[in-house]
């Protein structure tokens, strides 16, 4: 036999030796065949046989057999199996409980047939009709009456509309919505005319002549070359500025930043002052009251100018943020 290789569970490959002495690592492993099959039994310590498998097929067939006890638990010993010892739960029906709900059912049952009889021999006896059931007034049960055609019969209020009194009532309303018809539009149960022209104005209420003489005044007082009334005293005012008779104009430094000085000495003005700050300025200029400052005042950049309608001109008071930066300024 040669050699032959193989992979142990180390994942090594070996070698079957085909002779000679075998190692740990290369073992020799001698070919045997038999082709005997008695020396083969033989070698067998408790062979099988046709006979003894037989035996076991029998044993197995009634082992099978739902007739004979089979072994159930881990104890190696035949139990019993019986459905008639099994406890019931609490509330299990049982035999006994089910005789006394079949003798109730009979009994419905029983009652229903009756009951049928009953409506059976009632239509025998009244063809062509039905039974009814009456009514309470809340003390009294009343049963329906009906009249000898089958017919229920209704016993109407003595105030009730029939049909004669409806038919009435929808001719009466018919008429009056007709437009033509005069409808009562009061209490007194007497028709009244209804005319636009005949109702009364409001006392303030406007009429056509005192329209037409408001819209004559209103398009008179449109006119521009007609004097207005402009104040509450209902004479015509007029209305004229006069032109100032002076012009005061200066220029006005601040010698020291944060320091700030009054624009003009006291000078009564009419149409205010404007006010702007040199073209050469390095700093900013602030413009304000008594209190002004960098926080507070009116900034005015080199150049920038403003206008402040004042009666007098020392009650503009100017500072910088850079020393000698000024303003110039005129007044009427």
Do not use: W
């Amino acid at each position: 036999m040669a050699n032959t290789t193989f992979t142990d569970a180390g994942g090594t490959t070996r070698s079957n030796k085909s002779s000679g002495a075998g190692t740990d690592g290369d073992p020799r492993i001698q070919e045997h065949k038999e082709t005997s099959a008695a020396a083969i039994l033989s070698a067998l310590a408790d062979p099988a046989t046709q006979t003894t498998l037989a035996l076991l097929l029998t044993e197995l067939q009634g082992k099978a057999d739902t007739a004979e006890t089979q072994v159930v638990d881990g104890s190696g010993v035949t139990q019993p199996v019986s459905a008639a010892s099994l406890p019931l739960p609490a509330s299990a029906s049982t035999a006994a409980n089910q005789t006394t709900a079949n003798t109730s059912l009979s009994a419905i049952e029983t009652a229903v047939e009756l009951i049928d009889d009953a409506i059976a021999a009632h239509d025998a006896a009244y063809p062509g009709k039905v039974m009814v059931i009456g009514g309470d007034d809340g003390v009294n049960t009343h049963r329906l009456k009906m009249d000898t055609s089958g017919n229920v019969k209704i016993i109407l209020p003595a105030d009730a509309a029939t049909q004669t009194t409806l038919a009435c009532l929808l001719t009466e309303l018919q008429g009056k919505a007709d437009t033509a018809e005069a409808q009562v539009v009061d209490g007194s149960g007497v028709t009244q005319p209804v005319s636009a022209a005949a109702l009364p104005l409001p006392s303030g209420a406007a009429t056509a002549a005192a329209q037409a003489t408001l819209l004559t005044e209103l398009q008179g007082k449109a006119d521009t070359a007609e004097a207005q009334v402009v104040d509450g005293s209902a004479v015509t005012q007029p209305v004229s500025v006069a032109a100032p008779a002076t012009i005061y104009n200066g220029k006005t430094a601040v010698t020291t930043a944060t320091t700030r000085v009054v624009l003009a000495a006291s000078q009564a003005i009419t149409s205010g002052v404007t006010i702007k700050a040199e073209a050469t300025n390095t700093g900013i200029i602030y413009v304000g009251n008594a209190t002004v400052a960098a926080a507070n005042g009116f900034e005015l950049a080199a150049g920038e100018h403003m206008f402040l309608e004042v009666a007098n001109l020392n009650t503009v008071n100017i500072d910088a943020s850079v020393s000698t930066d000024g303003v110039s300024y005129i007044a009427t």
